[in-house]
């Protein structure tokens, strides 16, 4: 049984920064495609960062954003620094079952619950 948790949102200011995780069980992180996707009020479910034989991100994210993982751990992370209100979403980890990485929302499996990530002005 898959199953992924997302830890590490909150709220900030605007220039803050937070570390999200996203603890895999019952998965490999190192053998599949792991990302990170944001979804804010009315808006649809976008990419942010992936990780699977590299890295890539989205273009808002870039220079601001680092995805890692730790495979020992099964886990993966997501720091984000300098911090905008247009951050502000709900953020979810997702993966799947290949190493290849896509943009798309539809192309992965499985999914954590979220966690909310919350930049004030």
């Known amino acids: 049984q898959v199953q992924l948790v997302e830890s590490g949102g909150g709220s900030v200011h605007t220039g803050g920064s937070l570390r999200l995780s996203c603890v895999a069980s019952?998965?490999?992180?190192?053998?599949?495609?792991m990302g990170w996707f944001r979804q804010a009020p009315g808006k649809e479910r976008e990419w942010v960062a992936l990780?699977?034989?590299?890295?890539t991100y989205a273009d808002a994210v870039k220079g601001r954003f680092t995805i890692s993982r730790d495979n020992v751990k099964s886990t993966v992370f997501l720091q984000m620094n300098s911090l905008k209100p247009e951050d502000t979403a709900m953020y979810y980890c997702?993966?799947?079952?290949?190493?290849?990485?896509?943009?798309?929302?539809?192309?992965?499996?499985?999914w954590g619950q979220g966690t909310q990530v919350t930049v004030s002005s």
């Open positions: 997702a993966s799947r079952a290949d190493v290849l990485c896509w943009t798309g929302v539809t192309q992965y499996k499985y």
């Open positions: 019952g998965y490999s992180v190192s053998r599949n495609c």
């Open positions: 990780i699977g034989r590299g890295t």
